[in-house]
Structures are given as C-alpha cells and as structure tokens.
C-alpha cells in the first residue's frame, strides 16, 4: 500500500466535547477518515502523521443526520469516524 494513499485516508481530527472527554479518560484521539478508508490505511497514517505507535484502532460508521429545513426534508452525508488508541499521544 502506498504511503500517499494512506496519508490521504485521514480528512481532520475530530474536535468534540465527548471526543475529549475520551481522550482525556481512555487515551484515545478521534479522526474523520474517508469512507473507503480501512484500519489498516488509518492506523499507517496516524503513525507517520504523529510518529507514534498506535496499539489499537476503531472504525465507526457514523449515519448523518436528517435535518429540516421549511417544509422539505434533507439529510446530511454519512462519514466514517476512527477512534486511536498510543501509549503516548505527546508529539516528537
């Protein structure tokens, strides 16, 4: 697999109240991945991005959410969240 497809695998981190609240209690970082993306494309990402080794990773598959606006009915995009477990998450 190559590195440049494993790079672009990772869109953004996921910056949340309850995404914190579980880095701060578990250790773990949450990211927005592509759809297509697997566990293995993510966890090769994250360990060059951050140079750290990560020990376990999950990959959620989040549904959008259905929203109104006036009278008609929309839905916003599914996206794929991952959850990244390290021993040590401090940058080098």
Do not use: C
């Not at 990773?57 to 839905?75: D, E, F, H």
């Amino acid at each position: 697999m190559s590195v440049n497809k494993s790079l672009q695998a990772v869109l953004a981190p996921q910056v949340t109240e309850k995404a914190t609240m579980v880095a701060d209690k578990h250790n773990q970082i949450a990211f927005k991945v592509k759809k297509d993306a697997t566990k293995k494309e993510v966890k090769e990402a994250i360990e060059l991005m951050f140079k750290v080794e990560v020990t376990a990773v999950n990959i959620l598959n989040m549904n959008g959410k259905t929203k109104r606006a006036g009278r008609l009915m929309g839905k916003r995009n599914d996206w794929k969240k991952s959850l990244h477990k390290s021993k040590s998450w401090t940058r080098n």
